[in-house]
């Protein structure tokens, strides 16, 4: 473990996220590899980089060269502007037309959602970057690939300046026949749509299509971007799901403070609902970080466990909003003040974002973008 920044005492006392800067830039310089001469990366950096801190990890980024983000919204959007970050940044989400003098005035580059919104954002007459949704068979934003004449009305509209085309696939992380041959059909659909447009006179501008496992899995694509999330931050979503490719790190570990040891003598309960009860005497260690941090309540009666002197630890009983119970009976000593890793290595011992989010039924995006507010970010150095 490398040691932290000089940071306030209390970022560290309670609960805290600690983010590996050389493993993000490490990160982004595999995937950068991965891509056809001419391609950038666009870093996804929407919902604080995934619960890694937007702001840190676009600079970290940048600092890489990378010069193109993606954000959900406007206020993300507006956030990296005045943090200083000069590259494209592209708003994937809707954005109400009427906030089109935001856009332009912080010079972020809105997706077109479909027809309609591109006439609203015209309509307000102020001047604007867009790139196109199009959908290829996902069926989410985007006006229909094979439509190319509502596509070329866009184009046609005033106020907009089209500088890029997109579309974004819903199956590339399965690994059946039936999965390959739709990625493959909405590749095919995608560029017939560019390539229509150039016979229409129309230059379609920036390509992008391939998010994390679109990017790991599919050879190079003659695509101006490639938009990676969850890989950048060194993770797959689900341990079923492999990325495909080697040497990604985890940029996030989770990490709080032992708070109290204590001994629950045999025939006694603990937490709520005394959801845990000793046969025998045990030991417990009380852990401060909870379900209000972002961690799913059902971790503790799924399997949870954390790594305390090395070595796995189980959670018990129900977690509370603020804190849990970890059972340290077996194992090396434990004291208050010690800390327990959540997410992240300790010793030779290690708890993967993938590991925890397939435990609790769901994918380590959501995990990690769901890590609270109240976890100070910190920075490894
Ligand atoms: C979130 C998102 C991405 C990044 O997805 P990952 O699977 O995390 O790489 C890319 N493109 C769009 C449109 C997205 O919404």
């Given at each position: 473990m490398?040691k932290?920044?000089?940071?306030?005492?209390?970022?560290?006392?309670?609960?805290?996220?600690?983010?590996?800067g050389?493993?993000?830039?490490?990160?982004?310089?595999l995937?950068?590899?991965?891509?056809?001469?001419?391609?950038?990366l666009?870093?996804?950096v929407?919902?604080?980089?995934y619960?890694?801190g937007?702001?840190?990890a676009?600079?970290?980024?940048?600092a890489?060269?990378?010069?193109?983000?993606a954000?959900?919204?406007?206020?993300?959007?507006?956030?990296?502007?005045r943090?200083?970050?000069?590259?494209?940044?592209?708003?994937?989400?809707?954005?109400?037309?009427?906030?089109?003098?935001?856009l332009?005035?912080?010079g972020?580059?809105?997706?077109?959602?479909d027809?309609?919104?591109?006439?609203?954002?015209?309509?307000q007459?102020?001047?604007?970057?867009?790139?196109?949704?199009?959908?290829?068979?996902?069926?989410r934003?985007?006006?229909?690939?094979?439509d190319?004449?509502?596509?070329?009305?866009?184009?046609?509209?005033?106020?907009l300046?089209?500088?890029?085309?997109?579309s974004?696939l819903?199956?590339?992380?399965?690994?059946?026949e039936?999965?390959?041959?739709f990625t493959?059909?909405?590749?095919?659909?995608?560029?017939?749509?560019?390539?229509?447009?150039q016979?229409?006179?129309?230059?379609?501008?920036a390509?992008?299509?391939?998010?994390?496992?679109g990017?790991?899995?599919l050879?190079?694509?003659?695509?101006?971007?490639?938009r990676?999330?969850?890989?950048?931050y060194?993770?797959a979503?689900?341990p079923?799901?492999?990325?495909g490719?080697a040497?990604?790190?985890?940029?996030?570990?989770l990490?709080?403070r032992?708070v109290?040891?204590?001994?629950?003598?045999?025939?006694?309960g603990?937490?709520y609902?005394?959801?845990f009860?000793?046969?025998?005497?045990?030991?417990?260690?009380?852990?401060?970080?909870?379900y209000?941090d972002?961690?799913?309540?059902?971790l503790?009666?799924?399997?949870?466990q954390?790594?305390l002197g090395?070595?796995?630890?189980?959670?018990v009983?129900r977690m509370?909003?603020?804190q849990?119970?970890?059972?340290?009976?077996?194992?090396?000593e434990?004291?208050?003040?010690?800390?327990?890793?959540?997410?992240g290595?300790?010793g030779?011992?290690?708890?993967?974002?993938?590991?925890?989010?397939?435990q609790?039924g769901?994918?380590?995006?959501?995990l990690?973008?769901?890590?609270?507010?109240?976890?100070p970010?910190?920075?490894?150095?």
């Amino acid at each position: 473990m490398r040691k932290m920044e000089e940071t306030p005492l209390s970022w560290t006392s309670r609960a805290w996220r600690e983010v590996d800067g050389r493993a993000l830039a490490h990160n982004a310089r595999l995937l950068q590899g991965l891509l056809a001469p001419g391609c950038r990366l666009m870093a996804v950096v929407k919902a604080e980089a995934y619960g890694h801190g937007a702001v840190w990890a676009a600079r970290t980024l940048e600092a890489q060269g990378v010069d193109a983000f993606a954000v959900a919204c406007l206020s993300e959007g507006v956030t990296l502007r005045r943090a200083g970050i000069s590259g494209v940044i592209l708003v994937l989400g809707w954005t109400p037309p009427e906030q089109a003098p935001l856009l332009a005035a912080y010079g972020l580059t809105q997706a077109v959602a479909d027809t309609a919104h591109g006439l609203a954002l015209s309509a307000q007459g102020v001047e604007l970057k867009v790139h196109l949704a199009l959908d290829t068979g996902m069926h989410r934003l985007g006006i229909p690939a094979e439509d190319t004449a509502a596509i070329a009305h866009i184009f046609a509209l005033p106020h907009l300046k089209v500088e890029g085309i997109f579309s974004h696939l819903c199956v590339s992380d399965g690994s059946s026949e039936q999965d390959r041959a739709f990625t493959a059909r909405q590749l095919e659909v995608f560029y017939r749509a560019a390539e229509e447009l150039q016979q229409r006179g129309l230059d379609p501008g920036a390509l992008h299509i391939q998010a994390s496992y679109g990017l790991c899995r599919l050879p190079p694509q003659p695509c101006q971007y490639a938009r990676p999330g969850i890989a950048l931050y060194g993770a797959a979503s689900s341990p079923d799901l492999p990325l495909g490719v080697a040497g990604l790190e985890p940029v996030l570990s989770l990490r709080a403070r032992v708070v109290s040891v204590r001994t629950l003598p045999a025939g006694c309960g603990a937490g709520y609902g005394l959801a845990f009860q000793a046969m025998e005497d045990r030991r417990l260690a009380v852990v401060s970080i909870g379900y209000a941090d972002g961690l799913p309540r059902a971790l503790s009666q799924r399997g949870g466990q954390v790594l305390l002197g090395g070595t796995r630890r189980p959670m018990v009983g129900r977690m509370c909003m603020d804190q849990l119970l970890v059972d340290v009976t077996d194992g090396p000593e434990v004291a208050a003040g010690d800390v327990a890793t959540l997410i992240g290595r300790d010793g030779g011992a290690h708890i993967s974002a993938e590991e925890v989010a397939q435990q609790c039924g769901t994918i380590a995006n959501e995990l990690l973008s769901r890590l609270g507010p109240r976890l100070p970010v910190v920075p490894l150095v």
